[in-house]
């Protein structure tokens, strides 16, 4: 709760390997991964398609039990289905069956929160996400972008205090993206969360995460970890020090 | 408005045509066979509302009655353990092995026991019918509930779901679709049975009115009984239909 | 006993044979008795003794082959009195020829399928009948049709040759063209008998005394009154009507008064089901038959 | 490798464990109920071995051939018309009323016709048994054809697909796992379809043994093809199994 | 045939509307949109989410039939499935029960091509694609980027005259998405081939569409057609006119 410096680091990944398959049909997806996400900070993953990013997210999550190596969450080994951890899913996991308005409420929903609250809860950030008008509509009926932010308000109504992001803003345009961009990061000032975001934008990675790793090809090994502590402050942009990050962050993916 | 209508009458005619075609072809087929065991639809369906009027009637009512009510404990039943079979393996192993061994036994041979257990009254008839649905409910549920996406089960996972959120918000209306075709499976299944439950220390019911008929060689009066057990599964697939467009309004 | 009416249950199949209980029924003679009898329907033997096996009912008419099968099977039942089969006349079968297939005498029949329900008095009886023609035993072939509508419709269309029948249906084939091979008007061959749970015939002996009294009364109206109960038939045991009231028609149902089961008869039946190794256990007539309920 | 067998041995004792439990629970029945009808699996069991060597082997044979036959015909017919069916709404408008009317009928009573038109060989008992099943089989390729995705189908009309290769492409793989699951519901109702069918104008299969035994009240006998009717449907299972494995490897 | 001008456009719009649902879930996607694309040009459509890029696509790939106003494909009105037309879908359509190989060879082998050139083409576009590797896999056993990659391959193969593409370079990193895009630039400039891009990235537009349409928000309308004919040229991403270019269709997008 104490900002970037915060004692104890939120997320801590120590020499972790996974292979997927088994047999011959064997693939390793992660090699030796070490890291720490400091408690309230932000981090950015960035790599080549195939590095293991998605991997790295199901492993945070609990989705993925079967690696090797040490991954702890919060301090503790991570424990399915974790309280205050919520993922959005690279292909938006939204249930077909569920209107956009109970897709959005369906983590709250599960977390067996008051009906109140919950209304007033999703009514606030639907409206806000330009989905407000589609809530009776069915994934099935929405644009692919529609469908995107319905899978980022059902992680943000979840309020929690590790947000793992798998390319969120991928079919978003330009403006709707910056927007998003901005909510995301008046909730991070706001509430100190931890944020996980993969992304394939390498200025998406230096606005927002303070911390950036970088992953080689398949098996995804850390290339760098990239420290750019003055992501997040509203004017980073427009700085040299932002076109600098870019141009080394690029040499990096580059090899 | 009027293009629902439309659509409406659409499909009543279709409909009609369609019996319309199954008449011809069994008219067409008495005509050929010359058979006293195949009457046309004539002389069948002048028998049909003669009978209708008389006992025919009340022989529906107490079929439709044990039909629905047979319908719905295997439901009940089967549908909660067909999805635990299809997500739990452990448990689907040690199961299935029972569910198919019993599924292909003819279920009258067990008659003098569930006499024994049951009595002569409604209830061996019931649990005859039951018997037989229930194991295709089952079966169908348990595949549906295996063939579910592993994505939407991590999906609700990575909302913190539990096991019973996983049967709830996946596993339940991922398999409605094939609930509802177990249902019309079992629906047919069960009507067919009542030829063989009814007929066990009963007077009543078009499983007993059928074979009756059929004793006296009154083929007239059992193809109105045939025509009665076909309409009773015509409006159970109608009820069915509706049902399906109310509880799968996503597609 | 007094007080509370016994009550108990009789398995009834669609069969004529049955026609004194439902008489007895109609006018009361159970409720004289002082008894509470209640007549349970079923479609054929099978089920009507599998209902005897589940303890479902206490009593019915059956044929010995039945008895003596319970009785090797575990199920405890006792034969106390002739109900069909006492005079010639009673308990027809006969053995048919199809409308178009050229057979009319017994010789014809050699080698040729007869269809009939297996294992049953109504192979029994087709044995007995043909061997006394002159008919060996390997001579005798046969196919199984148990369902007796289907066997009907198979003989009259020339699916099969031959067929056992028994009436109505055997009259009603032969009125629609079939050739009567050989019947058993003059020797009944087979008889069929009032068969009592033995559980309930030790309990209850008085009251099993009572319904053959009450049965006997009908038999008596029915001698007395001969075609007066054919609507019954034809509700009950689904006699085609123009069979009962057809000028043509020959079909006639006798019914005597009771009589112990003789044990000359049970005795062959239990060769006969010795040989067709139908019985597990050595059975002999006092087994099967239980002479007290027609005791004075 | 060892891995592997690990996995096979366990299902194999988990399988074990499921029939003991069958027998126990058996077992346990018939010493309640104390009815003839009723044997325990010991007096059962031996009869079973006992007329395997004699002639159960031989009506086993007979049955597995006819049940086969049945399904492979009700395969090759229902599959097809059902996928046209779920596809094509207009022909389905006008031939479900046809399935929903004759379905439920229960198909004994068209057993004069049966024998007329077939004889008394093999043809009824085929015939009856596939005329049940088709029926299911159809109605389950049908309803799954119905719910494929629409964007599947986007996906390959959108590289040119015409009728031919949606059905091959898309509509016939998408079919297949609730195919398996019809195809296990109907090879249970045929074999419990055989206890109708083979005792018309037949001496031979298991159908035909299971009356006869009944009807001759020899019930050590008749649960002893009670039990081979159960390892009929249980080897037609596991062969299911190992086709679903091999039909459906993306899962 | 013949560039930029060719006589006779390949893509014909004349006052589109369209609606989707019926009775009172009537939702108005496309309102009377108007342009044309010349043969062998390129053309960019952008614009906020749900505005109806995607929608556009599905009618000139002839896959929506109902709606008001004139279309014409090659001077035709759009037949379902025209040979020479390629599609790439937003959600990539790959069937899950084929493997890669036989999705990507899917349009080829609907279009009944010889087995040894279909053999030969799918191949060497898997290679290029950096998808040889898992060619024996199924689609639920790849990432998202490269999912996305065998939509790329199916609809390359083709050798279309007519190549619809929405959003297909989202999920990949910088460095494929450039590789991508060279690869689309090589085959336009070999094949002449007429190509319509739907996209969120204002670079990618100004640096691939010789026409961008800019959509309005739902129901979409043409806010503008913008004419951009530089490009396709490989030096235009470095000078001051893409640059200006962007800063024009950021405003218009702003509206
Ligand atoms: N089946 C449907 N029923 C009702 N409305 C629909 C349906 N499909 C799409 N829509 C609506 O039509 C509009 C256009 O959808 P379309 O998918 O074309 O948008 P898009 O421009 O591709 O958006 P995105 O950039 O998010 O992919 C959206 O507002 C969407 O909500
Ligand atoms: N079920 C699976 N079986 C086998 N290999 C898999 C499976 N799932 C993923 N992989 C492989 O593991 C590697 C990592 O996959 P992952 O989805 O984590 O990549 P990613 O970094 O998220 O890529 P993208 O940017 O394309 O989404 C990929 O090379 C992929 O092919
Ligand atoms: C549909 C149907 N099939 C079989 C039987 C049982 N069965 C077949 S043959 C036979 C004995 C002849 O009367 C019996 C009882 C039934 N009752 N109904
Ligand atoms: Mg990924
Ligand atoms: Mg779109």
Same mark, same amino acid.
Request: glycine share 8%; hydrophobic share 45%; proline share 5%.
């Given at each position: ?255 | ?45 002048? @028998? ?19 039909? !629905? ?15 635990? !079979? ?14 198919? !061994? ?77 609930? !509802? ?19 066990? @220390? ?50 | ?59 019915? &008419? ?9 009785? =090797? ?20 079968f006969a053995v048919l020829s199809a409308p178009n297939s050229g057979i009319t005498t017994p010789e014809q029949l050699k080698n040729q399928p007869i269809a009939m329900s297996?294992?049953? &008095? ?164 006092? =087994? ?9």
């Amino acid at each position: 709760m104490n900002g970037l410096t915060g004692e104890g680091a939120m997320v801590r990944v120590n020499g972790l390997s996974l292979w997927y398959g088994g047999g011959e049909h064997r693939v390793q997806a992660l090699d030796r991964i070490s890291f720490t996400i400091p408690r309230g900070g932000t981090c950015a993953v960035i790599g080549p398609s195939g590095s293991g990013k998605s991997t790295l997210l199901y492993v945070f999550s609990g989705l993925l039990e079967e690696y090797s190596g040490e991954v702890l969450v919060d301090g503790e080994k991570v424990p399915r289905g974790r309280r205050k951890t919520a993922l959005i899913l690279q292909d938006h996991g939204l249930l077909p069956w569920k209107k956009v308005w109970d897709n959005a409420a369906l983590g709250l929903a599960i977390r067996r929160v008051p009906p109140a609250i919950k209304r007033e809860r999703i009514a606030s950030i639907l409206k806000e996400m330009g989905l407000w008008e589609m809530r009776n509509r069915y994934p099935s009926q929405l644009s692919g972008g529609q469908r995107q932010r319905i899978g980022i308000a059902r992680a943000l109504a979840l309020e929690p205090d590790l947000l793992l992001m798998d390319e969120p803003f991928s079919s978003l345009d330009a403006l709707t993206r910056e927007t998003m961009q901005q909510l995301l990061l008046n909730i991070w000032l706001k509430d100190r969360i931890t944020i996980v975001l993969v992304t394939h934008s390498i200025e998406e990675a230096i606005f927002l995460g303070q911390r950036i790793i970088v992953l080689s090809e398949r098996p995804g090994r850390v290339v760098e970890v990239v420290d750019n502590p003055r992501a997040g402050r509203m004017d980073y942009r427009k700085t040299g020090e932002f076109y600098r990050m870019a141009t080394r962050v690029r040499e990096l993916l580059e090899h | 408005m009027t293009r629902h209508i439309g659509i409406i009458n659409n499909k009543i005619t279709k409909t009609l045509l369609s019996v319309l075609a199954l008449l011809l072809f069994w008219q067409a087929l008495s005509a050929l066979l010359q058979l006293p065991a195949l009457p046309g639809p004539v002389p069948s369906f002048k @028998a049909f509302f003669l009978e209708m009027t008389g006992s025919l009637g009340f022989h529906f009512y107490v079929s439709a009655y044990r039909v !629905l009510i047979s319908l719905a404990i295997s439901l009940v039943l089967a549908v909660p353990l067909g999805m635990v !079979l299809g997500r739990e393996e452990k448990i689907d192993q040690f199961v299935a092995p029972m569910i198919y !061994l019993l599924y292909p036994i003819p279920k009258v041979v067990f008659l003098p026991v569930l006499l024994a257990l049951l009595g002569l009254k409604d209830l061996p008839k019931v649990a005859l019918i039951t018997l037989v649905v229930f194991f295709q409910i089952l079966v169908t549920t348990r595949d549906a509930a295996k063939n579910i996406n592993r994505d939407l089960i991590n999906s609700v996972v990575s909302l913190g779901a539990g096991r019973r959120d996983i049967y709830r918000h996946v596993v339940w209306p991922a398999a409605v679709p094939e609930v !509802l075709t177990s249902l019309r499976i079992a629906s047919g299944t069960a009507i067919a049975v009542l030829f063989i439950s009814e007929t066990v @220390a009963s007077q009543e019911g078009l499983g007993y009115y059928l074979l009756d008929a059929w004793s006296r060689m009154s083929y007239e009066n059992m193809f109105a009984g045939i025509i009665a057990m076909g309409i009773l599964g015509f409006v159970i697939y109608i009820i069915l239909d509706i049902m399906e467009k109310r509880a799968c309004p996503w597609k | 006993g007094s007080g509370e009416p016994v009550k108990l249950t009789l398995g009834m199949m669609p069969i004529a044979d049955n026609l004194p209980f439902w008489v007895a029924e109609q006018k009361g003679y159970f409720k004289e008795e002082g008894l509470n009898i209640e007549l349970v329907d079923f479609p054929s033997a099978l089920e009507r003794d599998s209902a005897f096996v589940a303890k479902q009912i206490d009593a019915g &008419v059956g044929d010995m082959l039945a008895v003596a099968a319970m009785n =090797d099977s575990g199920t405890k039942v006792k034969a106390v009195a002739v109900a069909q089969g006492v005079n010639p006349g009673e308990n027809r079968f006969a053995v048919l020829s199809a409308p178009n297939s050229g057979i009319t005498t017994p010789e014809q029949l050699k080698n040729q399928p007869i269809a009939m329900s297996l294992n049953t &008095v109504n192979e029994y009886i087709t044995d007995r009948l043909l061997g006394d023609k002159g008919l060996s035993g390997d001579e005798i072939k046969k196919t199984a049709i148990p369902k007796l509508p289907l066997r009907m419709e198979a003989l009259m269309n020339g699916t099969v040759k031959a067929a056992t029948l028994p009436d109505p249906l055997a009259t009603l084939a032969e009125m629609k063209g079939a050739h009567l091979i050989v019947d058993n008007t003059e020797n009944p061959v087979a008889q069929t008998v009032f068969i009592v749970r033995m559980e309930t015939l030790e309990k209850d002996t008085p009251a099993i005394k009572k319904i053959i009294k009450a049965y006997s009364r009908a038999v008596a109206d029915i001698q007395s009154e001969p075609g007066g109960y054919n609507e019954i038939l034809i509700q009950k045991a689904r006699v085609p009507e123009e069979l009962l009231t057809g000028k043509e028609s020959r079909l006639k149902f006798n019914y005597s008064q009771p009589v112990p089961p003789p044990a000359e008869e049970t005795e062959k039946v239990l060769q006969w089901m010795t040989e067709h190794k139908l019985l597990k256990n050595k059975l002999s007539h006092g =087994d099967l038959v239980d002479g007290r309920v027609l005791e004075k």
